[in-house]
Every structure is written in C-alpha cells, then in structure tokens.
C-alpha cells in the first residue's frame, strides 16, 4: 500500500512557519502582516471558506479583515472596495472570493488587484513570473503552491530526472503546477481533455497531479508502480449506502485502487485541500515581508 500523505499534518506545520514568521517581522520592524477578504453573495460553501481564512489569518497573528457585499452589488461597488484596499497600506494581501455571482466581471476585478497584494497569484503579472521561473519575484497560486510543497516533501528541491505529468490545463491549477514542476527541473507534459493516449502517458509518470474535476477518473493501470500521486480533485457524488439523498467527496483519483499501486498518494478529502488556506497564509507574510524591505520567508 502507498504511503498516504497527511495533508492537514503537512499544513499545520505551514502554518506554524508563518506565525514564526509574523512575530519576527512584528518584532523587527512594528509591521503586522494585513489580509482582506471580499465576498459578494450568500453561497454558503463560500461563507465557510471565508470563514476558514479569517479563522486561520487571527490564529497567525494578522490584522484580519472581510468585506461582506450583497448578492446584487455592482461591478463598480466591488472594485471601489479593492482600489481603497490597494491604497491601505496596514493590507498587504488581498483576496476576492471566487465565484462572483454571474452578472460580475471576475477577471477585471482580479486584474485590478496590485500583483504585490494578489495574494492567490492569479494576477497576470504573478502568472508571468512564474511562467517565466522566477519564483522569487511573484506570489504563485496557493493551491499548485501547497501540491508542490507535498511532491517536494517526497522528492525534495530537485526533481532532476523525473517526469511529471499534470492532467488538467486550467489557468488556476494545471498552467501553475506545471511551471513549478518544471522550475524543479522535472521533465513536465501537460495533459487535457484532448490528449490521445491519456493512459500510456500517465502510466509512465513518476509524479502524477489530477486537476480535471472528473471524480475517480484515474484508475490504478494508469498509475505507474511507485509512482507519487497528488489528487486535486473534489467532487460531490452519491453515497447512497449512507442513505437517500447522502452524498460523499472523492477526488479525480479512485484513491483505494490506486493506492495499491502508487508509492505515495494524497487522499480526498485531507490532501491538497488543507495546503491552499496555508499557502494564502504564506503567501500574505511573504508580502508583508517584501513590503517591509525584508527578505521574505520561504516555506518548504
């Protein structure tokens, strides 16, 4: 059986990092790392994300603050909030919560955002540094961030002569995870919904990272012996042996036949989805950090 990653485990000691972080930084220099979140709407899954954030941010020690709008706020309320945010300098982070409700414009908002304080790395700025390798100029995506730091647990700083393979090309995950992966010097094919010979392609990866959102798609013949398996996705499907109506999450991954197969593999849920509010954290001190002129933390 494959040795399961512990990805709440895994966080908690991120999140350890940063509190360490935050008190020297308000030790050295008086400044408290500051992060807003802005939510419009009443999803409930959003709330309990937000929620998350907040909790985690006053728990690291940052001046933490949340925008609540109304489902029908406008294009011009909302980016009037983040254009006061850009101008406060106590804010080094900020994040607008996605999705938007359907009559906003998510990427004008987001492209708005300073790429200093975009503290979830969809700026286009941060998207190009990072395209572009340089890892220490930008802030990247929290959740490819917080996958890298777990295949980085198992293989450590150098992927040298290893090959990877993402399935999934999206701008949010697939794009990120692999600039990173090749940043390590891993030898990186980017796999889609259009990719002839999905199965042979991942059967020979050492490093396989699901991000389709299609729940259980890889089987464990797509999984190379030993391999490290990073599951990124959370889908909702029927549990009817919990009762009617009763549903479960599952990743990408069919993790209990895969399992017999891979080397190392991140459960669903418990895996990946701890590590992105811990890289939101990260990434807000790394911010603070650079805005106080001081050599910003890293976090392994």
Known sequence: MATKIDGKQVAASV???VKSATLALEKDTGVKPGLAVVIVGEDPASHAYVGAKSRMAKECGFNSIQ???????????LATIVEALNADETIHGILVQLP??????????IQSIRPEKDVDGLHIVNAGKLATGD??????????????????????????GLGAVVIGRSNLFGKPMSA???????????????????FEICRNADILVAAVGRPEM???????PGATVIDVGINRIAASERGEGKFRLVGDVAFD????????????????GPMTI?????????????KAGKTSPKFS
């Not at 990173?180 to 999905?198: C, G, I, M």
């Not at 890889?218 to 190379?224: C, F």
């Not at 036949?257 to 990946?272: N, S």
């Open 218 to 224: 890889v089987k464990a013949n797509w999984v190379k």
């Open 135 to 160: 890892l220490d100029g930008g802030l990247v995506s929290c959740t490819p961030a917080g996958a890298m730091i777990l295949v980085r647990r198992t293989h450590g700083e150098d992927l040298s």
């Open 278 to 290: 811990a890289m939101l954290m990260a990434n807000t001190v790394i911010a603070a950090h650079r």
């Open 67 to 77: 925008h609540t709008l109304p489902e029908g706020a406008t294009q011009e309320e």
């Open 100 to 109: 938007l409700p359907k009559h906003l414009n998510p990427d004008s908002i």
């Open 257 to 272: 036949e895969c399992a017999e197969v891979a080397g190392v593999i991140t459960p669903v849920p418990g895996g990946v």
């Open 180 to 198: 990173l992966l090749l940043a390590a010097n891993a030898t990186v094919t980017t796999a889609h919904s259009r990719t002839k010979d999905l």
């Open 15 to 17: 999140n350890d990092a």
